[in-house]
């Protein structure tokens, strides 16, 4: 009788649910930073025993990667989504919030866990990648519709958000950020009378 090669399990329903619980802990977890933004205070949030953090997760640097590739794909998805569903520069408003959101974490697992100059070269490179790609989603339907300039790329878009962010600190610097985001959506938007500037290159 041949033997067959074995096949990889597939993880167990309850496993991928803990690993769910310990990723959107670890969000809230360094979104808020502090004293509580360790592997201790996501494993009680999660309310999983640090040993099943550890399964999942066996270093700080893994959790920071899941969660930060983890964000980075549904901010993907939800620029698919929303241009979709809403008019091109509302979509991209909304978006811009949720990118806010995702620094807010990036800001909390970079004080929490010091790993802000240690982010592997490829995770910088697809987060880029994918980030351009989501941003261009939406700007590109607005742009050809002639409601916002042709020459704001998403790179400048996302250095210009993600500037901001890094600019404020305290308590409500989110809304700091977004009111600050309107005024520039808004000198993005074409003007009546004047025709829209050529694409960049």
């Not at 949720?98 to 990036?106: H, I, P, Q, S």
Request: charged share 25%.
């Amino acid at each position: 009788m041949t033997d067959q090669p074995s096949r990889p399990r597939k993880p167990r329903a309850d496993a991928i649910r803990n690993r769910e619980r310990v990723l959107e802990a670890a969000k809230a977890v360094f979104s808020r930073g502090g004293t509580e933004a360790g592997l201790e205070g996501v494993a009680r949030q999660a309310g999983v025993g640090i040993g099943t953090l550890y399964r999942h997760f066996p270093t700080r640097e893994a959790l920071y990667e899941a969660l930060y590739r983890r964000e980075v794909e549904q901010l993907a998805e939800l620029a698919r989504q929303l241009s979709a569903e809403l008019p091109p520069l509302a979509g991209l408003r909304r978006w811009i919030e949720a990118l806010v959101e995702f620094v807010g974490t990036k800001k909390g697992m970079a004080a929490a866990l010091a790993l802000a100059a240690h982010k592997p070269p490829e995770l910088m490179a697809y987060t880029s990648a994918r980030l351009y790609e989501a941003i261009g989603t939406l700007l590109r339907p607005a742009a050809e519709a002639g409601e916002i300039r042709r020459d704001i790329g998403a790179e400048d878009l996302l250095r210009t958000v993600i500037g901001l962010c890094y600019l404020h600190e305290g308590p409500g610097w989110q809304a700091q950020v977004m009111r600050l985001v309107d005024v520039f959506l808004d000198g993005m938007r074409v003007q009546p009378g004047h025709p829209p500037a050529p694409p960049r290159g």
